[in-house]
């Protein structure tokens, strides 16, 4: 077994943000981005350098015998320790990423009793907040669906969907994270609709979740784009925040045969699933 790092004089504190898309993680990040002891923001490369590492110190490298257990433990964990050490005046850091609730093993092993938030929100909701944004321009293709010009509302849900897809992958290591043996006492799944209804609640959860003082957050003033990143995959408004939390009743654009066909998809919603005790806001 790899050996356990020694956090007790770790000058800061590490959690992670993870779930589905379109489901309130900018969002999240924007509102921790208030509290002047907190750093969070939009999904980070982190994640996909450490598997690259992970990859390289793996038998893919034939010098990898070379490499101990207790060595990939300090190699990954200082990869997140020096990816925020420019930003010394943080006592808190959130990274967010997809990945990161297929990791929970990897995570409580680099950073023993991690706390990770999945954001979630109903399926159907998540894709039709994304077929949304490619409908607003009609003129232009997205990275997301490999700048293919001939698809349809039908395609783009099943390329989404895919396992491998964007919002296929996270749901299904979302729903991974939540059965896993590492959900209880190191996951919290907020869901979209609480906290746009009421954010205050949620977010007064999300710091008892992770044992820190309250910081009083305006709700009415936030601030978060990333109009470059978001302009370069080709989906403007992928990650723009409102400036104020509030929901927002609309009438779904997805045809209602996609609707209707995962409407019922939010495993988190059923007491009976919850084997782990992982509290739901």
């Known amino acids: 077994m790899p050996a356990t790092p020694d956090v007790s004089n770790s000058p800061r504190k590490f959690h992670f943000i993870s779930g589905l898309p379109r489901a309130g993680t900018t969002l999240l990040a924007a509102i921790l981005n208030q509290n002047p002891r907190f750093r969070a923001g939009m999904t980070s490369p982190l994640a996909d350098i450490m598997g690259?590492?992970?990859?390289?110190?793996?038998?893919?490298?034939?010098?990898?015998?070379?490499?101990?257990?207790?060595?990939?433990?300090?190699?990954?964990r200082?990869?997140?320790?020096?990816?925020?050490?420019?930003?010394?005046?943080?006592?808190?850091?959130?990274?967010?990423?997809?990945?990161?609730?297929?990791?929970?093993?990897?995570?409580?092993?680099?950073?023993?009793?991690?706390?990770?938030?999945?954001?979630?929100?109903?399926?159907?909701?998540?894709?039709?907040?994304?077929?949304?944004?490619?409908?607003?321009?009609?003129?232009?293709?997205?990275?997301?669906?490999r700048f293919d010009t001939n698809t349809t509302v039908y395609s783009r849900v099943e390329a989404l969907t895919d396992p491998r897809g964007m919002v296929g992958f996270a749901y299904q290591a979302t729903k991974e994270a939540f059965y896993g043996q590492y959900a209880q006492k190191h996951l919290l799944m907020l869901t979209y609709e609480s906290l746009v209804r009421d954010p205050a609640v949620a977010i007064r959860a999300v710091y008892q979740f992770l044992d820190e003082p309250w910081f009083e957050h305006d709700f009415d003033h936030i601030e978060y784009n990333a109009n470059e990143f978001d302009a370069r995959v080709g989906m403007p408004g992928l990650h723009s925040v409102r400036p104020k939390v509030a929901s927002i009743e609309r009438q779904p654009v997805?045809?209602?045969?996609?609707?209707?066909?995962?409407?019922?998809?939010?495993?988190?919603?059923?007491?009976?699933?919850?084997v782990n005790q992982v509290p739901i806001v």
């Open 52 to 76: 690259v590492v992970m990859a390289e110190a793996s038998s893919k490298n034939d010098f990898s015998f070379d490499v101990s257990d207790e060595q990939r433990v300090a190699l990954l």
């Open 78 to 145: 200082g990869l997140v320790e020096n990816f925020y050490s420019v930003q010394a005046d943080a006592g808190v850091v959130f990274d967010t990423s997809r990945l990161w609730c297929s990791r929970m093993q990897l995570l409580n092993t680099l950073f023993p009793g991690v706390k990770v938030i999945a954001c979630v929100r109903q399926l159907a909701w998540v894709l039709d907040s994304m077929e949304r944004l490619v409908q607003r321009q009609p003129v232009s293709v997205s990275k997301v669906f």
């Open 254 to 274: 997805l045809p209602r045969d996609i609707f209707g066909r995962f409407a019922n998809e939010a495993f988190w919603m059923d007491p009976k699933n919850n």
